[in-house]
């Protein structure tokens, strides 16, 4: 069963996993949640642990925006200057 339209979902990494909250209809109450572990000390590469892969496709979440936490010791920061343009374009010259 899939969640509603209007949804909102958060993301948090650690570095021993994930836990995936989805709350439903702009109410405050969890529809559906998740935690899962990676087996290493350190995140998977770029595919996703296949308990993460199940949840997002059960309930629709490929295209959603997400509110993600990630640990301070993980972040890479990349700045790019462009001058302004159409959303197309600066999503091509981003890729």
Known sequence: MGLRRRIRV???LTRRGCRVAVLGDGRRKVAAALEAS????????????????????????H???????VPA????????HLPPMPERQLRRAVA
Do not use: I, Y
């Open 10 to 12: 958060g993301m948090e």
């Open 38 to 61: 990676w087996e290493t000390q350190d995140p998977p590469g770029p595919e996703a642990p296949p308990a993460l892969t199940d949840f997002v496709r059960r309930h629709r979440l």
């Open 63 to 69: 295209q959603r925006r997400a509110v993600v936490g």
């Open 73 to 80: 010791d993980r972040v890479t920061v990349r700045l790019l």
